[in-house]
Structure formats: C-alpha cells, structure tokens
C-alpha cells in the first residue's frame, strides 16, 4: 500500500493544466479567424487535430509514461500481495505435489526421498518407499508406499500400500493394503487387503479380507472374509466368510458362511450355514439352520426349518428319532443298524454277519437303506424301503466265491409297538447279488428277516 500511495503523490495537477489552457486559445485563434461558412470545416478539422497532436504529447510524453508505469506497477503489486497468500494456504495443492521419478537402492538411498507431498510416476530399485505412486514401480526386494497405489506394483519379496490400491499388484511373498484393493493381487504366500476387494485375489497359502469382497478370493490354503461376499471362493482347504455369501464356495475340506449362504457350497468333507440356506450344499457333512434347496452328502443336517430336498446317508434334524435295530434274516445270519427316522422319510445304516453264502468262512457285509413309514393304527406301521449292500469275503479260498460282491435289495416291513421304547418287526422282500468286475449275476432271492427296534435311544 505504500507503493500505491506514493505512484499517487507525484505532480498530475501542473501537468494537466498546461495543455487545456494552451488546447483552449489556440481553439478560440482558429474560431475567430474564421470569415464565412466555408471555413467552418476547415475550423473543426484544425480542432480535432489539436486534440489529437495534445493526446500524442500527454501520452507520449516522459510525464505520461511516468504516469503508466506507476498505475501499472501499483496493480501489480496489489496483485501479488493478494495472491501470494492464498498459495500459500491452499491445502489441495500442498497435497496433490509433483510427479517424480524415484531410482532407489534403499530406503532413503534413493534419487528423491519420502516427503509428504509428491506422486512417484516411475519407481526402480531395490527396496524403495514413496508417499504415492501413480504409474509403474518395480523393485527387487519390496516396495512401499505410505498413501495410496495407483498402477503396476512389482516386487520380489512385498508390496505394502498404506491407503488404497487400484491396478494390478504382484509380490513374492506377500501384498497389504491398509484400505481398499481394487484390481488384481497375485503373491506367493499371503494377501492382506485392511477394507474391501474388489476383483482378484489370488496367492499360494492365505486371503485376507476385512471388509466386503466382490469378486474371487483363490487360495492354496485359506480364504477369509470379515464382511459380506459376492463373487467366488476357492481354496485347498478352508474359506470361511464371516457375514452373508452371494456365489459359490469351493474348497478341498471345508466351507463355512456366518450368515446366509445364497448359491453353491462344495467341499469334500463338510458345509456349515449359520443361518439360512438357499442353493445347495455339497460334501460329507452338510450343516444349515435353516433353508430351501438340496443337501448332499453322507450326512445332511438341519436346525429349524427346510424346504427342499435331503439326499444322504443319513437325513437329520432337531426332531429325528434314532433307533437301534437288532435282527436275523436268511441273507445274515445276525444284524445290528441304526435308523435315523423323520416324520416319514428315514435311512438306515447297518452291518451283518456272516453272509450266508460263504458257508463257514468269516464274511461281512454294510448296507444302506432308505425309505418311508406309514401308520395304519396306533400301534402298526408299514415301511417301505430300497437299499445297497457291500458284501465283503476277505478273498475266500472257497472255489468260486469271489472277494466282493454288491446286492440291490427292495423291502416292506410290518412293525408293531409294544411301548413307546421298544417294537417288533417282520420284513420281506427281494435282492440280487452281482460281482463287481463284470455285469454278472451271482444269486437272486427272497429276503426274510425279524427282529427289534429300540425307539428310542
């Protein structure tokens, strides 16, 4: 404000008051002079070229441009002192920085070391640390970066990203990213994403999740959700997703899902839905609260409530009966099973001895049976069943006999209840044994047997 004051206190008064008074009688010469209308023109044009020779003076002059540098430099400063200021407290462009090319051998052993406000563009070395990358950054030990990630991330053994990280990311060993990961993630080892995923996980042991995935999780060992997934597991032994599943979950043992599970679990030992099921479940052992669709397995479980189909070994829930069965026939001599028993449907797993077609040589056989109950009073019923049997020989000696056979066997039994613990049965029914190395009929009969049943155990 000084300079302003000072470009206002030179002397524009005398310089301005000369040339109007000098503009003035030169003007009123020329007027007066003039005899006849004629002249007139020529009157005017003298004026106008007065004025036009006392602008050229005043602005031409070294009073005239004395006066514009002053205005022109008082502008300027004004300007500048209003400005510089504001540069100095913007925030967005402390923080955005400048795009930099960073060749490191170490941490801070590097062209440009870690500051707070630029973006590396081109990153190589050998172990490096930045505070945002945006492009490309390969590095032959580890690579970090105290932001976020934006571009190809490359490195032999880890790449850890602060914030978050978008584009594709490869380690030796392992990746972390402290917030979100969108993208690809390929390590050796483990992949540690702080928030959600968003695309592909894929590494040789374990995934992390903390939050939402949306997208596939593939692992050799164990993937591990905290929040809600949509998309894809697979994995060599174990996924388990904290929250709800939306899409298919695969592993060599195990699959486990908090929540709902909405799609297809497969796993060859077992499936475990803590609240509702709706698709299907695949494995040895398959567990839902409740649910609607398919359970396939050796063992298929429900808590409350399902609406679908159970196909397995046993078929259980909260209100199945089990029930002991103790009975002789012509096929085995002696036999002893459980039956797991529901409203109407009910399976049974059993084993028997000696088959009697091996004579006085130690023999055995496993069958499975299911089927259907119907009361026809209070006290009898009528069940109906199909079931498999494994006949098993040990490799008799016995000239013909060969160590294994197979039978498909149809049954109906008459039960009677003589209390609420303990029944009398007889069944009757038709089977047939076959080899198992060739489409062969070893013998086909009559089944008949009797026997107990213990209600309830």
């Not at 030169?26 to 003298?46: D, M």
């Not at 995935?213 to 050799?220: Q, R």
């Not at 049954?411 to 009398?424: I, T």
Request: glycine letters at 12%; proline letters at 2%.
């Amino acid at each position: 404000m000084i300079l302003i004051h000072f470009s206002l206190r030179t002397k524009p008064v005398t310089s301005f008051q000369a040339p109007i008074s000098v503009r003035e009688t030169e003007q009123k010469t020329l007027l007066s002079g003039a005899t006849g209308r004629g002249r007139e023109p020529n009157c005017r044009q003298a004026g106008i070229s007065v004025r036009k020779t006392e602008r050229k003076r005043l602005l031409g002059g070294p009073a005239g441009r004395g006066r514009e540098r002053n205005v022109l430099f008082a502008i300027l400063t004004l300007l500048t002192m209003t400005c510089l200021p504001m540069r100095a407290q913007s925030p967005v462009e402390k923080q955005s920085g400048k795009s930099v090319v960073n060749l490191s051998l170490w941490k801070n052993i590097a062209t440009h070391r870690t500051d707070t406000t630029s973006t590396v563009a081109l990153n190589l070395g050998i172990v490096s640390q930045m505070n945002a990358l945006r492009g490309f950054g390969t590095n032959l030990l580890s690579s970090t970066v105290l932001r976020s990630a934006e571009g190809l991330q490359l490195a032999g053994i880890s790449n850890l990203v602060g914030k978050d990280f978008a584009g594709v990311q490869v380690a030796g060993i392992t990746n972390i990213a402290g917030s979100q990961a969108r993208g690809v993630v390929v390590s050796g080892m483990v992949n540690i994403t702080g928030a959600e995923i968003r695309g592909l996980s894929l590494t040789g042991l374990v995934n992390i999740a903390g939050g939402e995935v949306d997208g596939m999780m593939a692992s050799g060992l164990i993937n591990i959700a905290s929040s809600p997934l949509r998309g894809g597991q697979l994995s060599g032994m174990c996924n388990i997703a904290a929250d709800t599943v939306r899409g298919a979950s695969v592993s060599g043992l195990m699959n486990v899902a908090g929540k709902s599970m909405r799609g297809l679990q497969l796993s060859a030992l077992g499936n475990v839905v803590g609240e509702q099921l709706s698709g299907a479940q695949i494995g040895l052992a398959n567990l839902a609260v409740s649910g609607k669709g398919v359970q396939l397995g050796l063992v298929n479980y429900y808590k409350e409530d399902f609406s679908g189909i159970q196909l397995g070994l046993v078929n259980a829930n909260p209100q199945t009966r089990v029930q002991l069965m103790l009975f002789a026939g012509n096929r085995n001599k002696f036999n002893i099973a459980a039956r797991f028993k529901n409203k109407i449907l009910y399976t049974t797993l059993g084993i028997g001895l000696p088959y009697y077609d091996a004579d006085q040589l130690f023999s055995t056989s496993f069958f499975y049976r299911a089927g259907a109950a119907m009361p026809l009073c209070k006290r009898i019923s009528l069940t109906g069943d199909l079931g498999y049997q494994h006949i098993e020989t040990f490799r008799s000696w016995k000239q013909g006999l060969p160590a294994r056979l197979y039978g498909l066997q149809a049954r109906v039994s008459l039960e009677y209840e003589l209390s609420a613990r303990f029944a009398l049965f007889a069944t009757g029914g038709y089977g047939g044994t076959r080899f198992y190395q060739k489409d062969v009929t070893f013998d086909k009969g009559i089944i008949l047997e009797c026997g107990m049943i213990l209600l309830r155990i």
